[in-house]
């Protein structure tokens, strides 16, 4: 059987001799939304903690993802049917994945090898849903079996209950561990929390010209945009704020409730230094590849940009160099970003990784951030390099 434990699920742990005894296979519930992804992005040899869950509240966005091995292996693959059920007490169904994930048939698996189906199921159970418990059912079919068919079933019992706080935080190291690590673990009963302290701070850090609260808010953004039953709570925190910073805490509302603000946290084009903050606060709240790979896309502007101390011995500064300057500073700060996080977030280097391993980098400068930043060990064959001098290591 699979090693599913109540906090975390460890699918890299393989049975590598295995004899075969039919299908098998695990659910895993948790508020991770991109599963899949992040198995993918994962470097070779590294383990990826997947947390579960067991209590989700009233319009709570949560997944349910399959694991499975030991499937019937015909002409050198294995074909598999799906299916997710999810009942209450009594019985009646209340979510029937039926027509969302599709048949799956891919090159045979090594014996015993547990597989993640690649569809994964997002669910939210309403208002309209009375409280209690909840089952989710998973079964697996085995298209190749004999006899056609060949299932095992996992359940896993969720209560609803209404939205509880979690504990609050003492320091601005604990918040911003908390929300850098988000992805990892998410906890949304401990986001208004977060808000609160940052509130709390604010004003002080402001004074210091220490604050960039638009990026503070964008991480705010996404982690509440799958966890509507937060957002009233969140609300009633914003109206106790200072003005300056109820203002800006307010944009995050504007923005959940599909107003044009949303476009300031959903960044598609990164014009301004900010942005890229916005991008990285996107990352720690979903653990998603997108974010890193706009960021990755900007490396390329260091090397045509203007440095900071050349564009002030200008005496009349044209548009052009303007926008130079700016490729500067937006470059360099990708570049380093880059290389920080992918050194204490392994998810960034699973999937600067996975950039470099499919060919999708396509200046050389790039690349060798990303591979230094991935393997700081590396050196061109005769000590080439193409990055200044002040960028080594």
Known sequence: MFMLKRLALIFFALSAALPLTGAECKTLVTLVPNVAERCSGILPGQALSLPSVSRVSHMQTFH????????????????????ILIRDAAGTIHFDSRDSIKTLELPAPAAGKQLLHPSGCRVVLGRDKNPGDYTVETEVTDLNAVNSVARDTAKITLTINPPQEGKGFQSQREV??????????????????ALRFWAGILPELRQGWRSRPLALYSWFYFALKP??????????????????DRNGASLVLMALSGKKSRELFEVQEVKTLWQENVLWSEFFATGG???????????????????????K?????????????????????????????ARTHKLVAGYLNKQMMEKRVQDDFTAEVIL????PEFL?????????????E
């Open 289 to 311: 590849k997108a974010p890193v790979e706009k960021i990755c896309r900007q490396i390329r502007r260091f090397p045509q940009g203007m440095r900071p101390e050349d564009y």
């Open 313 to 341: 011995m200008l005496q009349e500064p044209t548009a052009a160099d303007r926008e130079k300057l700016m490729n500067n500073i937006i470059g360099r700060s990708a570049m380093w970003s880059i290389r920080s996080f």
């Open 372 to 375: 230094r930043s991935i393997r």
């Open 64 to 83: 349910v993802h399959l694991f499975f091995r030991d499937l019937t292996v015909r002409d050198g693959k294995i074909k598999v049917g799906t299916r």
């Open 227 to 244: 966890n509507p039953q937060w957002w009233k709570p969140f609300a009633v925190e914003v109206t106790k704020m200072e003005a300056p």
């Open 380 to 392: 061109e064959p005769e000590g080439n390099t193409l990055l200044p001098a002040a960028m080594e």
């Open 176 to 193: 911003m561990n908390f929300m850098r690590n988000y992805y990892l673990n998410p906890q949304p009963e401990r986001i208004v929390p």
